[in-house]
């Protein structure tokens, strides 16, 4: 555990940024870890797509090639809005009379605080990149940090939505297939599902909880498998009472 870029203190004060409610260890060991798996996976996909034009060092471009050839990288999908790298790739909107609306000017008190704290994550996503063997230009490295940001920020939010609602309600498995193709059957075994009860007070966000959080943000294929996994053997040594 100790060799996660993102420390617990870190993961916490994201936390703190959206509930009020307390975050037990294991529950800010989970998170890390499972941000940590999303963060791997977005940095492998972009240098197999560097690594096809003979180059080292990502750029912005490997980044939207490695989430164009796998939709589960799609996450932290709110930075795309204040990336210039996403910019043309989220939609123009139109009014009545087919007019470009323009966007909407953002000041920096209106920002969400996972895109203000974004900075936060620079030190571990270049821990995270030497750990990988890559290196990467400054903007890469920002998206990367907005990412991250976010994507632990939605993960709080659902946590915190968890324990309010006692477990997971009104949400099934959900299963993406081409059109025409039939569809699969469910790929998780009944232990990689999120729990639809939750055991555990109303006041503090378990490690349960995040593996729950996890199974609604991450929506199905390898990834949300290998982050589930990784994180409870991230957090298998801690103690009864942070579950």
């Known amino acids: 555990m100790d060799t996660s870029p993102f420390k617990p203190s870190l993961v916490k004060a994201v936390f703190r940024e959206v509930t009020s ?3 037990s260890r294991s ?3 989970a998170a890390a870890s499972v941000t940590r798996t999303v963060l791997t996976e977005i ?3 972009a ?3 560097a690594a096809e034009e003979a180059r080292k060092k990502l750029t912005p471009r490997d980044l939207l090639s490695a989430i164009d050839r796998n939709v589960e990288l799609e996450v932290g999908d709110k930075w795309y809005d204040h990336s210039p790298t996403f910019q043309g790739l989220t939609g123009v909107l139109y009014d009545a009379e087919d007019v ?5 000017k953002r000041s920096r008190s209106c920002k969400p605080s996972a895109v203000v704290g974004a900075h936060r994550f620079e030190a571990g996503v270049k821990k995270l990149l030497w750990s990988q063997g890559a290196t990467a230009v400054p903007a890469m490295v920002r998206d990367l940090d907005g990412i991250a940001s976010v994507f632990l920020t939605d993960l709080a939010r659902d946590a915190a939505m968890l324990v309010r609602e006692g477990g997971v309600k009104r949400l099934g498995p959900v299963t993406l297939v081409m059109s025409g193709e039939p569809v699969s059957p469910p790929f998780f075994k009944d232990s990689l599902r999120a729990p639809t009860t939750r055991r555990g007070d109303g006041r503090t966000i378990g490690r349960d909880d995040i593996l729950a959080a996890a199974t609604i943000r991450l929506f199905g294929g390898n990834l949300r498998q290998r982050a589930l996994t990784e994180a409870r053997e991230a957090t298998q040594n801690t103690s009864a009472g942070g579950r």
């Open 100 to 104: 470009v609306v323009p966007s909407r």
């Open 27 to 29: 529950a800010a060991w």
């Open 21 to 23: 409610m307390h975050v």
């Open 43 to 45: 940095i492998d996909g």
């Open 47 to 49: 240098r197999r797509a």
